[in-house]
């Protein structure tokens, strides 16, 4: 399967401060990728999509001046928690888009998560 | 309710055992179906991917779809305690990946 990296894996942070997540898709373009939180033994929830040149598309009750999304190049979308509280420490996991070639299939692969504890 | 339902589990069965997973969901659109796989504090991995009715097999992966009881399957045969893991469920609606809520499975040796 395709390859989607995530940077860094694992952050820790001050309350206050701001905290920004790379995604990238490694051996395809991909001009959507999806954002995701994930709590303890939950399932993902979707937060925005993420549109390459163009501004991104917020699930209902994410606050995008929150969770500032970038997409900037087929390759690299990037997430900023902005003044960061305890309460969103949490599993972000990116997503990138692949939709296949004419009559292949289309699909989502995932990058492996980042971890955000904020103290 | 729910697009799609999963239960969560856990499943716990001893190892060779063969598994059984299941979602509904409530969509007819829906045409694409997909089974992750997380291991804990980890992304999803893409498992199986089908598009229509019938059975898709991969290795000791089954994956089944019934579109008119809007009723998927994942068969595990031969379980692994490497299998444990939580196996969500999936479905593609406008671009957008519906989950279900995932299950939990334990393979004890």
């Known amino acids: 399967g395709a390859v989607v990296s995530q940077h860094p894996s694992r952050v820790i942070c001050k309350s206050g401060t701001s905290v920004k997540i790379e995604c990238r898709s490694l051996?395809?373009?991909?001009?959507?990728m999806f954002w995701y939180r994930q709590f303890p033994k939950k399932s993902l929830m979707l937060m925005a999509t993420s549109n390459e040149g163009s501004k991104a598309t917020y699930e209902q009750g994410v606050e995008k001046d929150k969770f500032l999304i970038n997409h900037a190049s087929l390759t690299l979308s990037t997430l900023t928690v902005t003044s960061a509280h305890p309460e969103d420490s949490s599993f972000y996991i990116c997503?990138?888009?692949?939709?296949?070639?004419?009559?292949?299939?289309?699909?989502?692969?995932f990058g492996p998560g980042t971890r955000l504890l904020v103290l | 309710q729910k697009e799609v339902e999963q239960d969560p589990g856990p499943l716990s069965v001893p190892e060779g055992a063969i598994v059984s997973l299941n979602c509904t969901y409530s969509n007819s659109a829906f045409q694409y179906f997909m089974w992750y796989r997380q291991y804990s504090r980890k992304g999803p991995e893409l498992l199986m991917y089908?598009?229509?009715?019938g059975n898709k097999e991969d290795g000791r992966f089954t994956a089944q779809v019934d579109k008119s009881s809007k009723y998927i399957s994942l068969f595990i045969r031969d379980s692994q305690p490497s299998d444990s893991a939580t196996y969500l469920c999936?479905?593609?609606?406008?671009?957008?990946?519906?989950f279900g809520s995932g299950t939990r499975l334990l393979v004890r040796p």
């Open positions: 051996d395809f373009q991909a001009t959507t």
């Open positions: 089908t598009y229509s009715s």
């Open positions: 999936a479905m593609i609606s406008s671009y957008k990946l519906i």
């Open positions: 997503s990138a888009r692949d939709p296949g070639l004419a009559g292949a299939r289309e699909t989502q692969y």
